[in-house]
């Protein structure tokens, strides 16, 4: 069995869309002033809808591309245009930790993610198609636009958005969730939603008091996504044992519908004891990043599932059968994560 190499650092693109009017540039500015310090590289096919004024501008970085003091990047773009951009965003020195194109409200969302797949650029991966859809027009929205079907087939994570003004909005998230497959259906109103959901609030250590991955449930008193965890149920899986490879496959594969978010680390023990792997999930998205182990470190899986409505205790009782003290490797046992490992030069597997 020939195992990946550790992939260069990347920065996940999240693809943003919807038809117009649903709020996807709300949830993009919620984004940006709610990021826990990550950098995000916004692209905006629909420039101007960006409300810049908002933020304090640090001054200009090309013909249509601004730095905002509260270090985020907005670009206007076409979509000929997007290779080109994306390699600009993804440059070292700006530091930027996820790039989110918000697509034109008559978009087609399947093109922008398969232009980001065929990019060829080290810097940047996939990290999911994110689709918004307005609760209170959906029905509507549905009658004069019925691509929507297929764009929410397509999804790894639907907003719900607006539900606020939806008169019946159970009724429509028991609809959408009808219509995705195996994508997480996220209620929410004035685009608030967690960033912890598409992309890792985890800052540098230059950003003192933001939240990072081992304070996750001590939210105290700060402003963190306007506190939005207080909606979500929150699992955090530590394990000293190594993970069976199979074992977990099977537990992602049957992952429940409200787990909208796995992000971590896994150690595979014999099957590969040079790397750990980090671990990326949103809805039916899943992505496995192998890299070295850090030195003198020691060697844990740790993980962090978050959803709404989920059972932590069983999910919790699930990942701990997977636990393994096999000495020894199956030679076939690793198949199953290979599947969401990029290797170089190759493009990104279906979504799981």
């Known amino acids: 069995m020939s195992l990946p190499s550790p992939e260069p650092q990347q920065i996940p693109v999240v693809v943003l869309a919807g038809f117009l009017g649903t709020g996807k540039t709300t949830l993009l500015n919620h984004l940006l002033h709610r990021s826990g310090g990550s950098r995000i590289g916004a692209i ?36 000929s245009e997007l290779d080109q951009y994306l390699e600009r965003l993804a440059e070292p020195s700006l530091g930027i930790d996820v790039i989110v194109i918000e ?35 959906f029905d ?8 929507i ?9 639907v907003v719900v958005n607006k539900l606020d003004r939806a008169a019946d909005g159970e009724r429509v998230l028991g609809l959408v969730r009808s219509l995705v497959d195996r994508a997480a259906v996220v209620p929410a109103s004035y685009g608030r939603i967690d960033p912890e959901f598409l992309f ?3 800052p540098t250590e230059e950003r003192i008091g933001q939240l990072s991955f081992d304070d996750l449930h001590e939210h105290g008193t700060d402003d963190h996504a306007g506190h939005l965890h207080s909606t979500y149920d929150s699992l955090s899986f530590v394990s000293e044992e190594p993970l069976d490879p199979r074992g977990l496959m099977e537990f992602l594969d049957s992952r429940p519908e409200g787990l909208y978010r ?25 992505r496995f990043y192998p890299e070295p182990w850090p030195t003198g470190g020691e060697r844990l899986t740790q993980l962090v599932l978050i959803g709404s409505g989920i059972d932590t205790h069983a999910l919790d ?36």
Request: charged residues 25%.
């Open 44 to 79: 905006v096919n629909d420039f101007g809808a960006i409300e810049i004024d908002a933020m304090a501008v640090a001054g200009a970085l090309g013909d249509s591309t601004v730095s905002l003091g509260n270090g985020c990047l907005c670009c206007a773009v076409d979509a």
């Open 103 to 137: 697509a034109s409200g008559l978009a087609e969302p399947q093109e922008l993610v398969r232009m980001v797949l065929a990019s060829e650029l080290p810097g940047i991966v996939y990290g999911g198609l994110v689709e918004v859809v307005d609760a209170a027009e």
């Open 140 to 147: 509507d929205t549905r009658s004069r636009h019925p691509e």
């Open 149 to 157: 079907d297929r764009h929410l087939a397509l999804a790894d994570l």
């Open 200 to 202: 890792d609030c985890r």
């Open 262 to 286: 796995i992000k971590g680390y896994v150690d595979f023990g014999p099957y590969d004891t040079r790397n750990r792997y980090a671990v990326h999930a949103v809805g039916r998205f899943l």
């Open 317 to 352: 009782k699930e990942l701990g059968a997977c636990r393994s003290d096999a000495p020894h490797a199956d030679e076939h046992g690793m198949w199953g994560v290979l599947r969401y490992v990029r290797s170089p030069g190759e493009d990104l597997q279906e979504p799981a």
